[in-house]
């Protein structure tokens, strides 16, 4: 048997330590906070997709007793795949055909909101969290100081993904109180949320935002400024936000083991992207002098 | 034995694209001293703090500090050093307090770090609280100070920490960094302010273009450039100060029309005698005292330019010490 050896100079990289990594995601959050022209418009673009544009639509739908509108939201049933229509069917067999509409848009056709906020302010703050230590100088002081780049890494990773998917988590229990309370009634109490959205929620969503924000990080290592980091991570995420629109969607329409799949295959996917992810992060790139700032 | 130095770069280089920052550097900076990068803006005075702390790493030649080198050990070097960049480098968003709190979290200091007492060290504990953003300039270097000694460093690193504060402001930093020094740190200075350099520094490494001109004590340099003694003489009538070209011992003379006359001599116990022979030829000389070359002088003197000095004669250009 050959022992291994260390070529001279070689030192076995130290494990990130937790401590610095949520001592860079508290700073980064607590920036954040003292931010509100940032958060605020998020919270007007959150509150939007899950309280105003839902609540508005369903309240229309089962309040208003315009047959024309009926009969238009009533048509999104026929797009619904036949597992989906059996479920409505199922769950409220004598209602109308406005109740089964107002049921199949919270249950199914709201589903892709839950995916795209989450996406779209995580990588708002992460697409400025690297290149924005560089733009403001402050990429000097970590560069010097005892942490090290996957500690980094992972600290703003985390600072980046906590915005977005809290902000979901909280829209979606609100969500929640809204249908339940607008569609509840008509359809015999509380239907929701439903154990797709569960699994939609804690399996498939969490993968997708760690995928899209391995993108953005990367970007946000490598560009020279804040504003090509947005702009680049924009055109980047949406491929991305429509698969995971399309995905989540899915999840939701089938039953079963194939949810599961798609949040595991979500994961794998997620955990080599962020791992390669991690590689961008350098101290020349945080002070601003690498040869391959683009 | 020699002590080993705190820091030591041999030879390095260090190329970003087709522009050389680093041609060769090398110097050594002993424990308990300070030392000045001195050199223009370009010189390299940056990316040397930065090849020390393993920020960056070297395209050739070696770094050590603390006997480590800190590509590979860079963790242990960083713990042990304390940096202020040339711009604060410091939160704007977040409060003063808030900066240093992070700073002792990273550093690994946990609750007991003494974030008051550096403050207070540096006259910036009243305003902890306030948004960093809102502090002036000095406020920011003062801050950005005290956040480099929280961990009681080892070693300091000051990247022109006087840029773009007052006069006033200017001579308390050094006065601060003069204290640090007193108390047994080493400090590595950059600046392109020659009278920073003075008076302050035990060691001055002048840069250009990546290389070391000259690496000694300041008073060393000087001698090695300009051997000799010069006085500055001057009279009620210039026109008479002619005749000290005659004078036994004058190596030579520089003689400005706008200005008192310098003279270099080849001893300056000849200083008597030299007053003595001008007297005695009727000369009423109103000045007469010896000249103590500046770092200016000297700087100008090595690199060229406005201040070079005819005044001083041909420099002897002498050797960069390492070590």
Redesign the interface.
């Known amino acids: 048997m050959t022992a291994t050896v260390a070529p001279a100079?070689?030192?076995r990289p130290?494990p990130p330590s937790r401590?610095?990594v949520l001592?860079?995601a508290r700073?980064d959050l607590?920036?954040l906070y003292?931010?509100p022209d940032f958060w605020v418009p998020m919270m007007v673009l959150a509150g939007f997709f899950f309280v105003v544009a839902p609540a508005g639509l369903l309240f229309a739908v089962t309040h208003i007793s315009r047959s024309d509108l009926v009969q238009k939201v009533g048509a999104t049933l026929s797009v619904l795949p036949g597992s989906a229509r059996a479920a409505i069917n199922q769950r409220a067999p004598h209602a109308s055909a406005a109740v089964k509409a107002s049921y199949a848009l919270a249950v199914y056709l709201f589903a892709p909101l839950a995916v795209i906020v989450p996406m779209t302010i995580s990588t708002a703050v992460g697409a400025n969290c690297l290149v924005g230590e560089r733009e403001?100088?402050?990429?000097?002081?970590l560069?010097?100081?005892?942490?090290?780049e996957r500690e980094l890494y992972l600290g703003k990773l985390i600072a980046s993904l906590v915005p977005g998917y809290l902000t979901t988590l909280v829209g979606f229990g609100i969500y929640s109180l809204v249908v339940n309370l607008i569609v509840g009634p008509h359809v015999g109490g509380w239907f929701f949320p439903t154990g797709q959205w569960w699994l939609l929620m804690l399996w498939v969503v969490p993968p997708f935002l760690a995928l899209t924000l391995s993108v953005v990080l990367r970007l946000s290592a490598r560009v020279k400024s804040a504003a090509a980091s947005q702009q680049a991570s924009g055109l980047v995420t949406l491929p991305a936000i429509i698969v995971a629109y399309a995905q989540s969607s899915g999840a939701l329409f089938t039953h079963g083991i194939g949810n599961l799949w798609v949040g595991c295959v979500a994961w794998v996917l997620a955990l080599v992207g962020l791992r390669r992810g991690a590689r961008a992060v350098t101290?020349?790139r945080?002070?601003g002098?690498d040869?391959d700032l683009g | 034995m020699a002590e080993t130095p705190v820091v030591e770069l041999c030879a390095v280089r260090r190329a970003f694209g087709s522009h050389l920052a680093l041609d060769g550097l090398s110097f050594a900076a002993a424990p308990g001293t300070v030392t000045v990068l001195l050199g223009p803006n370009g010189a390299g005075k940056t990316t040397a703090v930065r090849m020390i702390t393993g920020a960056l790493r070297t395209d050739d030649g070696s770094v050590r500090t603390f006997g480590l080198d800190p590509a590979v050990h860079g963790a242990d070097v960083r713990r042990r050093c304390g940096v202020v960049s040339a711009k604060p480098a410091l939160y704007d968003r977040l409060s003063g307090w808030d900066n240093l709190v992070y700073a002792a979290e990273l550093y690994g200091l946990g609750p007991a770090a003494p974030i008051e007492e550096s403050a207070a060290r540096f006259g910036i504990e009243d305003a902890l609280g306030l948004r960093v953003g809102g502090y002036s300039t000095g406020m920011k270097t003062r801050l950005a100070l005290a956040r480099a000694v929280l961990h009681n460093p080892d070693l300091l690193l000051l990247d022109e920490p006087t840029s773009g504060l007052d006069p006033e402001s200017s001579r308390a930093v050094l006065h601060l960094i003069d204290d640090l020094a007193a108390q047994g740190r080493t400090v590595i200075m950059c600046t392109h302010l020659l009278l920073e350099a003075e008076g302050l520094a035990d060691q001055v490494v002048m840069l250009d273009q990546g290389r070391a001109l000259v690496a000694g004590p300041p008073d060393e340099l000087v001698r090695q450039v300009w051997p000799r003694p010069w006085l500055v003489i001057d009279a009620e009538d210039r026109r008479t100060l002619h005749r000290v070209r005659a004078v036994p011992g004058v190596v030579s003379v520089d003689a400005p029309e706008d200005g008192p006359w310098r003279v270099e001599l080849d001893d300056l116990a000849r200083v008597p005698d030299l007053v003595t022979e001008l007297a005695f030829h009727g000369l009423r000389l109103t000045r007469v005292a010896p000249h103590e070359p500046t770092l200016e002088e000297l700087y100008f003197a090595l690199r060229g330019g406005p201040a070079a000095s005819p005044a001083l004669g041909e420099p002897v250009m002498p050797r960069v010490r390492v070590g």
């Open positions: 100079g070689y030192r130290r401590s610095r001592v860079v700073t607590r920036q003292q931010s403001r100088g402050t990429g000097e002081f560069a010097h100081a005892p942490v090290t101290r020349a945080l002070l002098v040869g």
